[in-house]
């Protein structure tokens, strides 16, 4: 079995994000840490909570940084909702959360396994940022870090140059990117296109019949209309499973090469944008591997396969 820890700010994507990777056959969840962005952290603590309920699942939900490392936080609710769950307001989850220490749980996890455990990023990069503080040999320990973050030389979706995840903390998405960690970035335009799901494949979707696969749709209905709405895309945009998908199947990802990348963090205009050295003009060593390019049906029918 895959190891897996996943680092969220649970909302409706991530939601189904997590879903994914609990359904997958050959991965172990072992932990999901959580942090502020798409919805303050308490609440991402509770939409993490009921996804493993859904799943059918006891995995540990551990809270971490409440807020960015030095910026006011700017939550997502345009988008996702007041609950980050498409205004579905679930019943809270059951299960409590299993402590207030993501940061210190993440290191505890990475150190006792070098080099066995996958780390999945789906939301701003502050809970690994102060992990790197603490411990920078985190780097090394971590297996794989797939980050759903950025917008690789196209537009953003926050500001006209930034994908929110990287924004809301760039000092964060700085740290983490040039902290030497084995990094392959699913940027926000890669759910874009035909990636997104169609009218016709939702209806198919909520045919499965399953719980998971209602869920799914239903905590997404805020997310498919600002899709619609706000970035003009024909059909519902899903980033964070997207990017999961990259992770559980090889196949997903069909271009891919590696760059320097940095992250802009004071420019007014440019505050979160992740600069990719496409030509090499900066002569600068290789940090990140950059997804370009994803084989639209095979992302689809890894989600399908874990909402049948």
């Known amino acids: 079995m895959r190891r897996f820890i996943i680092d969220t700010d649970t909302a409706s994507d991530d939601a189904v994000a997590i879903l994914m990777a609990l359904q997958w056959p050959d991965v172990h969840v072992e932990a999901i840490t959580v942090v502020a962005g798409n919805v303050p952290l308490e609440q991402g603590g509770i939409n993490a909570r009921y996804a493993v309920e859904v799943c059918g699942k006891e995995t540990p939900v551990y809270l971490g940084a409440a807020r960015p490392l030095l910026r006011e936080p700017v939550h997502a609710h345009f988008f996702h909702g007041e609950d980050g769950m498409g205004n579905m307001h679930y019943p809270p989850p059951k299960r409590p959360v299993a402590g207030e220490d993501a940061v210190l749980e993440l290191i505890r996890r990475f150190g006792e396994a070098p080099g066995e455990i996958e780390l999945v990023t789906l939301g701003p990069l502050t809970n690994i940022a102060l992990a790197l503080r603490l411990e920078p040999r985190l780097a090394g320990w971590v297996k794989h870090c797939t980050i759903m973050g950025g917008a690789a030389n196209t537009v953003g979706n926050i500001t006209p140059a930034a994908e ?47 719980v998971r ?96």
């Open 164 to 210: 929110y995840n990287i924004w809301f903390d760039p000092e964060a998405a700085k740290i983490v990117f040039h902290s030497g960690m084995k990094i392959t970035m699913a940027g926000w335009e890669l759910c874009r296109g035909e990636a997104n799901l169609t009218d016709e494949e939702i209806a198919m979707i909520y045919g499965f019949g399953t």
């Open 213 to 308: 696969a209602k869920f799914a749709m239903d905590c997404n209905k805020s997310a498919l209309k600002a899709s619609r709405e706000w970035l003009h895309d024909p059909g519902l945009g899903l980033c964070d499973p997207t990017a999961m998908a990259m992770a559980l199947n090889p196949h997903v990802c069909i271009r891919k090469g590696a760059y320097f990348v940095d992250v802009a963090t004071q420019e007014e205009q440019t505050r979160g944008m992740t600069v990719v050295d496409s030509l090499g003009v900066t002569n600068q060593p290789p940090n990140i591997e950059v997804c370009w390019e994803i084989n639209a049906r095979a992302w689809k029918e890894t989600l399908y396969q874990t909402l049948r």
